[in-house]
């Protein structure tokens, strides 16, 4: 049932919106001293190509255009530069998550909301709606036009979003899309309300792509302004969310890319008796 994924959204984001929009991302503190002298922290214009490429720096972001070559202000990686599976595990455990809880608020509100036969999933166990659904479907459902070419694109442009995000390349992120929207709702969650639907099992993944990767170069374009749409980072912070709502999360809770580790040679105490220091090894992992 389509009520259960506006739900679903609603409850995401009335939960965790003040968390987004409260903490800032990480921003790194850069000297411009210590940039080489031919690049500055102002852009550097030779030429008028319209080729544009990125070269993500450990430091900063290197933009190309033709001949001319600027050092952006913050150094956001994006998209990841290699396939980040812990990051697609955590937002692949939050949707479960927010999932359930939103099933058992929707299961306390009244038949009349939901259409849901509670009697006979009291009686036969709750799984046997869902059989019955599976059984029966797909179908060609007449659910509104809005539901069908705009909420569902939306939804599988989100799943699109969630791999694309996590360094995964086009492919991949529509295999996930396609997965998500079939096994995880269509013949999952939403089973227990309606019977799949055969025209949700196409647009979903297929439009929903497409909408997502719009999204991904938008996204790009909000991080290369400093999170900032119209100058707001209120409305850039928005904007993100809205389209990629769980890595949002994620950023905005310090998530990082990869465990960082630092081995190097330190003075660890001082020999009073031999007035020197005593040298050791020092390892530093940070999460």
Do not use: C
């Not at 990686?77 to 955590?90: S, W």
């Not at 069908?148 to 899309?177: D, K, Q």
């Amino acid at each position: 049932m389509n009520l259960i994924k506006t739900f679903l959204y609603a409850f995401i984001i009335l939960l965790s919106g003040n968390t987004v929009f409260a903490q800032q991302a990480e921003q790194p503190i850069t000297d411009q001293n210590q940039l080489p002298l031919s690049f500055t922290q102002n852009t550097i214009s030779y030429s008028d190509s319209q080729k544009e490429i990125i070269e993500n720096t450990n430091n900063y972001n290197i933009l190309t255009i033709g001949d001319s070559t600027q050092v952006l202000q913050n150094s956001i990686v994006y998209p990841p530069v290699k396939r980040d599976y812990a990051r697609l595990g955590y937002d692949t455990a939050m949707y479960v998550g927010a999932t359930v809880i939103a099933f058992g608020v929707l299961y306390a509100m009244p038949e009349s909301v939901t259409n849901w036969d509670k009697e006979a999933m009291k009686e036969n166990g709750i799984a046997y709606k869902w059989k019955e659904n599976v059984k029966a479907g797909p179908v060609w459902d007449e659910d509104d036009w809005v539901l069908n070419w705009i909420t569902h694109p939306y939804s599988g442009g989100v799943y699109y979003m969630t791999a694309r995000s996590s360094g995964f390349n086009i492919f991949e992120s529509f295999l996930y899309s396609t997965l998500m929207s079939t096994f995880f709702w269509e013949y999952g969650i939403e089973a227990f309300a309606e019977i799949p639907s055969k025209q949700d099992l196409i647009i979903t993944p297929v439009l929903g792509s497409v909408v997502g990767e719009g999204f991904f170069y938008a996204k790009k374009s909000i991080l290369r302004h400093d999170r900032k749409v119209l100058n707001s980072k209120f409305l850039g912070y928005t904007s993100l969310f809205l389209m990629d709502p769980f890595n949002t999360l994620l950023d905005s809770f310090g998530y990082k890319e990869k465990t960082k580790t630092q081995l190097s040679l330190a003075p660890i105490d001082f020999d009073k008796g031999a007035n020197k220091a005593i040298w050791g090894l020092n390892f530093n992992m940070q999460f």
